[in-house]
């Protein structure tokens, strides 16, 4: 029989049980999988191209249901919630599209505030907020584009700033610096280490990049032939901090 222990009954920010995904094919993309990450844990997801990694993530944000198995968030099984618990639990969770999905009638400020609006929150409260994240990822000078006159890094880091301005429980990040320098990328990671950190908020980043991984020291997930393997995080040294992130979340 397995031995109880008290951190059993702690309820896990994401649980899957079993899950398994077909599409519209017999093809499997993903078979079985089981994953507990703990409420403030921080982990990658990695994999080959195709290997199922943004599906897997789909599937953590409540885009996608599972052909089998159970998607738990923050406790509570996913599968019988009403419609209204699924978006408020979909409200808890940030995440950063692989392809950005920003709407294109919107500045880059307003795309960012949107979720605050949707919250009901004022502007006069979150203005200065939002201006300060865009700033603080290299966009103070774009605030009033549009996506389709920026770059792809630059709609990508709108894209972060989107995901993170609500201080989201849950943050998923698919590829999240794939369209940036190295430079615009260690300084990306250094927001998500510091929600994770200060915050708490539970992180899953999935990328392909290794030189992304080993900056921070976190689980490493690897996705192949539809199941899910825990490799050994790499430990390396946090890159210093130079301004504070979290300054800018309102
Ligand atoms: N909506 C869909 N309908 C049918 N098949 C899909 C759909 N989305 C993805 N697939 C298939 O599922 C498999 C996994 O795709 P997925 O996008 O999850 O991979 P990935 O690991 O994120 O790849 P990449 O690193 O290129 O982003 C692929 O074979 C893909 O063709
Ligand atoms: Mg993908």
Redesign the pocket.
């Given at each position: 029989m397995t031995q109880l222990r008290p951190d059993m009954f702690d309820e896990a920010a994401v649980r899957l049980d079993g899950v398994s995904l077909r599409?519209?094919s017999t093809e499997e993309?993903l078979s079985g999988i089981d994953l507990v990450l703990k409420p403030g844990s921080f982990s990658f997801l990695t994999?080959?191209?195709?290997?199922?990694?943004?599906?897997?993530l789909k599937l953590l944000y409540l885009a996608q249901p599972p052909s089998q198995g159970e998607v738990s968030l923050f406790g509570r099984p996913t599968s019988r919630l009403s419609r209204d618990e699924l978006s408020a639990m979909r409200r808890r969770v940030g995440v950063v599209f692989?392809e950005f999905r920003l709407l294109n009638h919107l500045t880059a400020y307003e795309n960012v505030a949107l979720p605050l609006r949707v919250m009901g929150r004022k502007e006069s409260q979150y203005r200065r907020d939002v201006e300060e994240l865009l700033r603080w990822v290299g966009l103070g000078e774009r605030l009033h584009k549009r996506p389709e006159t920026l770059s792809g890094g630059e709609q990508q880091r709108v894209a972060i700033a989107r995901a993170v301005v609500t201080q989201p429980n849950l943050l998923i990040a698919?590829?999240p610096t794939g369209n940036v320098d190295p430079d615009m990328a260690a300084r990306l990671m250094r927001l998500f280490y510091e929600l994770n950190k200060r915050l708490g908020t539970t992180v899953v980043i999935?990328t392909?990049d290794l030189g992304l991984i080993r900056q921070i020291d976190a689980p490493v997930y690897r996705?192949a032939d539809g199941m899910l393997v825990q490799e050994n995080g790499e430990v390396a040294p946090t890159a210093r901090r130079r301004t504070d992130p979290l300054r800018a979340m309102p």
């Open positions: 599409y519209d993309i994999g080959a191209s195709g290997a199922g990694k943004s599906s897997l692989q698919d590829e999935a392909h996705l």
